[in-house]
């Protein structure tokens, strides 16, 4: 069997002591927190619930400074609330609030996860300096009195997004990635679209936060290496808990001689430790994540998390017979297959190309 595996003590042994005294800190504040929770759902007197409301709020306030102190330190680290003017931080957190919720159901869970990928985009490229512009000249429907055309100006970026390739760690981010390259190609003034390396990695569910292996399955993998060498690498992955996949997809084509010219991960949520892990163990590598959750459980999920982003995007699969990329892909549909059809098709073209 063609495996990598990684271990999480061997992710833990990039971590500072720093780190490590940051992510203690947050556990014993987040600890607090789950005291608050259990009032909470208890259902008690109103003026009890009350308080626990306030100590709530005023915790995760304490969360949250600590979480922006310790990423003010670390310029690999970029989070939409900590770096984006304070009246954009409104409609990030409406739209996490609306993925956690357990009662947004799929068709809406993927339209949140895509409008959270078009802001982490313009996070990443939106602060261009410079007056360097393109012009896109778009014939328009309307004939009379004869054909008509518009002009619209946007920033050239075309230098940043045009020596990209999207490294798709399977499922849950296969849509994510899908929306990062449409978004690579509307803002291309060549209508560049990425190509695509698709890796199958997952977690050894058996096994807890402290002790969990990352296991990167060669033979169920699509990419090329020499394609990858000298790219800007792009990981779009709602959920960074641990950094555990990326670190081990990462030093896995390091060892085989890729040299990447960067490497960016696109998350919606990321876990701090997670986030840290990934910039320690990774050089060149930046972390864009619209919003930064404090602590893992035993279980390394995110808390609070929003469950598994795979599932609340492509629905679960069976035991026996997971579905593969392809499938993945059929189960989408007419809307998400036309909308993303440039993407579909270098997907499967990796994948028919590398089965040959």
């Known amino acids: ?61 304490e969360m949250g400074a600590l979480m922006q102190g310790i990423c003010k330190e670390e310029p690999g680290l970029n989070v939409y609330s900590f770096q984006t003017p304070h009246e954009s931080h409104a409609e990030a957190s409406r739209l996490i609030a609306k993925l956690r919720d357990v009662k947004t159901e799929n068709m809406e869970f993927v339209y949140y996860i895509q409008r959270a990928y078009e802001m982490l985009f313009k996070l990443a490229y939106g602060g261009v300096e410079g007056s360097n512009k393109n012009y896109l000249i778009v014939q328009t429907p309307v004939t009379q009195p004869v054909q008509n055309f518009a002009v619209h100006k946007i920033t ?13 760690m399977l499922r849950g981010a296969l849509l994510p990635s899908m929306i990062m390259s449409k978004e690579i190609e509307e803002y291309s003034s060549h209508q560049y679209v ?23 399955d060669l033979d169920k993998s699509f990419f090329n290496l020499e394609s990858l060498n000298g790219k800007d690498l792009i990981f779009a992955d709602p959920m960074n808990a641990t950094g555990g996949s990326l670190v081990t997809v990462v030093k896995y084509l390091l060892g085989e001689g890729v040299k990447p010219a960067s490497i960016q991960f696109f998350n919606v949520i ?34 609070p998390g929003l469950g598994d982003a795979g599932d609340r995007i492509n629905g679960k699969d069976g035991e026996v017979h997971p579905r593969n ?27 028919l190309n590398i089965r040959k």
């Open 270 to 303: 990321s876990a701090l430790k997670g986030a840290l892990r990934v910039v320690r163990a990774l050089d060149n590598c930046q972390v864009y994540t619209l919003w930064m959750d404090p602590v893992l459980n035993d279980a390394a999920y995110i808390m």
């Open 156 to 168: 050239n970026i075309d230098k940043l997004i045009e020596n990209t390739v999207m490294c798709v």
């Open 325 to 351: 990329i392809i499938q993945l892909i059929a189960n989408y549909g007419t809307n998400i297959a036309q909308l993303y059809r440039a993407q579909l098709r270098e997907i499967e073209d990796m994948v």
């Open 1 to 61: 069997m063609n495996k990598v595996i990684l271990k999480a003590e061997d992710l833990d042994g990039y971590l500072t002591q720093a780190d490590k005294d940051h992510i203690s800190r947050m556990d014993e504040i987040y600890r607090r927190v789950m005291d608050t929770f259990t009032t909470l759902s208890s259902g008690n007197q109103v003026k009890v619930r009350h308080d626990a409301e306030e100590k709530l709020i005023s915790l995760y306030n």
């Open 194 to 216: 990425t190509p695509f390396a698709l890796f199958r990695i997952k977690r050894d569910e058996r096994k807890h936060e402290n002790d969990m292996e990352y296991i990167l």
